[in-house]
């Protein structure tokens, strides 16, 4: 599965960003699609996912109520919304993609797809 990310960049702090990733449209239905982030010198964390056609929804604490994940069918495209920007949001962005059955949606072993990342720098 080839996914294809855009949107990053730099932003001060309390701004916003949009994050895109383009997937086949294949993975629509059953696929589930994450969002993880890897600051340098530190481990990938997962941020959000949504599975299925937005069954689901899982956010890290740390996002909660600033980042919005959404998957659009007409597009095959999955968006992660970032508002009131940290410091500590910065950090290379990738986006995942698996048909998960089960375990912990942050678990970097739990998806095997996943696209080049893209940078977010937030000052």
């Known amino acids: 599965v080839q996914l294809v990310e855009s949107g990053g960049g730099s932003v001060q702090a309390g701004g916003s960003l949009r994050l895109s990733c383009a997937a086949p449209?294949?993975?629509?239905?059953?696929?589930?699609m994450g969002w993880f982030r890897q600051a340098p010198g530190k481990e990938r964390e997962g941020v959000a996912a949504?599975?299925?056609?937005?069954?689901?929804?899982y956010y890290a604490d740390s996002v909660q109520g600033r980042f919005t994940v959404s998957r659009d069918a007409t597009n095959n495209t999955v968006y992660l919304e970032m508002n009131a920007l940290k410091p500590e949001d910065t950090a290379m962005y990738y986006c995942?993609?698996?048909?998960?059955?089960?375990?912990?949606?942050?678990?970097?072993?739990?998806?095997?797809?996943w696209g080049q990342g893209t940078q977010v720098t937030v000052s």
């Open positions: 449209r294949y993975t629509y239905v059953r696929w589930c």
């Open positions: 949504v599975y299925g056609r937005g069954v689901r929804y």
């Open positions: 995942a993609a698996d048909l998960v059955t089960g375990g912990d949606w942050r678990s970097v072993d739990l998806w095997s797809c």
